[in-house]
């Protein structure tokens, strides 16, 4: 009779040991569930200009325009890269084609740079004087890493 008592105690403790095992494992070892806190939201640059309505409707319609001015450029960039890392993957990549397929990337990119300085130009036309010098001291003081980072490019690669 002890005998079955003990096996039936065994049994019981092994299917709770074993039955526990997967939601512990499933916990992660911090214990609990495991969810990421969001990234903080950084504020626009332009948050801190004191823009009118106008202006903004304004900016607003300029980043709708250069959003759909660039958007193709940026695929077919995209595109081009990937062409261009298929041609490299080659056992002998043919050295005119891999050339060809850079002179092309590097077009794309100066389109799309060129696309970004007169964005930046409308941008300015837009903005007082006043408001202009604190973007750029605000883009500024981000490239160091300060308050109101934008991130890389600085005032350069500023997104509107």
């Known amino acids: 009779m002890k005998n079955l008592v003990w096996v039936g105690a065994l049994a019981l403790a092994a299917t709770l040991v074993l039955g526990s095992a997967p939601g512990a494992l499933a916990a992660g070892w911090g214990g609990g569930a495991q969810v990421a806190e969001p990234a903080p939201v950084s504020p626009s640059p332009l948050a801190s200009l004191g823009l009118s309505d106008q202006q903004l409707a304004q900016i607003r319609e300029l980043r709708q325009n250069t959003y759909k001015e660039t958007r193709k450029v940026r695929i077919q960039m995209m595109d ?16 005119k084609a891999v050339e ?3 002179r092309e990337l590097q077009d794309l990119h100066s389109r799309l740079q060129n696309s970004r300085v007169q964005a930046r130009q409308k941008l300015q036309a837009i903005l007082t004087p006043e408001q202009w010098n604190k ?23 500023l997104e509107l």
Do not use: C, I, M, Y
């Open 100 to 102: 060809a397929k850079t």
């Open 135 to 157: 973007l750029q001291e605000t883009v500024r003081s981000g490239r160091r890493g300060g308050p109101g980072h934008v991130g890389r490019g600085g005032a350069g690669g």
């Open 80 to 95: 081009a890269r990937f062409a261009l890392s298929q041609l490299k993957l080659e056992r002998n990549p043919d050295q």
